[in-house]
């Protein structure tokens, strides 16, 4: 198996390069790429402090913690029983078990675009056809439901979506979502649905998980998103497919043993009290509201870059008007003296566009003064001070 790197990940390595400081753990210039929500710190999560006689061991549960799954159950809106979740070790790690699972050479899989890189490399990595559908602006950032059906056969094992969507925002309705388990369904296809950001809706609507409404349903989350848990590294996989799920489980012991920390499940199982989530996440979507107020403004005076407002997570892919590509827009961006960091859309094979993200952990004075330095460049650009030409770069080229 040969995994090649992508330009996401590329681009990624770049601006940490030109932009985290590491010797003082932060970012040196302004980080407008943040999908995450308020980072929490151990106490507030633990008020009383992690338990002295905590043995540091594995759980002991191949499954994971049985009383953190029904916790899992009952936050996410689960209607299923604590048999048919996995904990796993994030929401990467349950996507790599479903899709390797599912996928045999010679398969073919739909895959939307813009979305997250994971299934598209495996895809490539297992000698999968990817089939890609495209999100739309025009749709709301979803796709044509008619298309997909059209792109379906006895050949596709699987369809991924990425739900709500990153980096667009984009939610589906249940309606939506009950149309594609019905196209995978004519030809018995799993359809893995990435439900990181489930949670973090603008209506306060919860986004439908593809586990309720399909037996092949395969849905994959973590607290990475929602609670900015990214260094916890535990996420979880569920599914009405039983055996699907062990057989998740007799995989992820070669790759990763069975049991997960005892530490981390000490942590999530606190933070997934439902209650206490709730209180979480409100108070995480009450700190971002700051942040997508500022871009929502910005969005709305301004000439040269548009969106389809996100409906739900910390993140938007608005469109600009301005001869560059985006690759070397943004690199020229994260220099002095922008030192603005964006993600530019031909990462996600959407020339013209960019990815920007608004979630709380970055400051507000942040986001207003990257979007300043935005405006400063386009200024520069349409005076002529910057030339269109191809951006100097150590890594790969766009």
């Not at 009383?48 to 006689?53: A, T």
């Not at 995978?184 to 209506?203: C, F, N, P, Q």
């Not at 933070?271 to 209180?279: C, F, G, M």
């Not at 403004?297 to 301004?302: F, G, I, L, P, S």
Request: proline share 6%.
């Amino acid at each position: 198996m040969e995994i090649q790197s992508q330009k996401l990940s590329d681009f990624f390595n770049v601006g940490r390069d030109r932009g985290w400081d590491i010797e003082k753990q932060r970012w040196t210039v302004h980080m407008l790429i943040n999908p995450e929500g308020l980072t929490f710190t151990l106490g507030e999560i633990l008020p009383g402090g992690i338990p002295l006689d905590l043995r540091l061991e594995k759980s002991g549960s191949r499954y994971g913690y049985p009383p953190l799954r029904e916790a899992i159950i009952r936050t996410q809106q689960y209607d299923l029983p604590v048999e048919n979740v996995l904990v796993t070790s994030g929401t990467q790690h349950s996507n790599f078990l479903a899709l390797m699972v599912a996928l045999r050479e010679g398969d073919e899989a739909i895959v939307e675009i813009p979305s997250w890189e994971q299934p598209r490399v495996l895809c490539q990595a297992l000698n999968v056809n990817a089939k890609i559908i495209r999100r739309r602006p025009e749709l709301g950032w979803k796709f044509d439901l008619d298309e997909m059906a059209s792109m379906a056969s006895p050949k596709v094992k699987v369809i991924y979506i990425c739900h709500p969507n990153n980096p667009t925002g984009a939610v589906l309705t249940a309606d939506e979502l009950k149309a594609v388990c019905e196209i995978a369904g004519r030809h018995g296809a799993y359809v893995i649905s990435d439900e990181i950001y489930k949670g973090l809706e603008w209506t306060g609507k919860p986004t439908p998980s593809v586990a309720n409404h399909y037996e092949r349903g395969v849905s994959t989350s973590s607290l990475s998103k929602t609670l900015g848990m990214g260094g916890l590294r535990l996420g979880w996989l569920a599914t009405q497919d039983r055996g699907f799920l062990e057989r998740c489980m007799e995989f992820k012991y070669y790759i990763s043993l069975h049991q997960q920390s005892r530490l981390d499940e000490t942590v999530a199982f606190a933070a997934l009290q439902p209650s206490r989530y709730r209180e979480l996440i409100d108070r995480t979507m009450k700190a971002a509201r700051v942040n997508f107020a500022i871009v929502s403004e910005w969005m709305a005076t301004h000439g040269t870059f548009h969106w389809v407002a996100p409906q739900g997570a910390f993140l938007s892919f608005p469109s600009y008007d301005l001869g560059i590509p985006s690759w070397d827009m943004c690199l020229r961006l994260l220099d002095a003296p922008y030192r603005t960091y964006l993600v530019p859309g031909s990462c996600y094979g959407y020339e013209g566009y960019v990815r920007l993200g608004f979630g709380p952990g970055t400051p507000a004075e942040t986001m207003r003064a990257g979007l300043d330095q935005i405006d400063r460049f386009v200024s520069d650009f349409k005076a002529g001070k910057i030339t269109a030409g191809p951006a100097v770069t150590s890594r790969r080229s766009a």
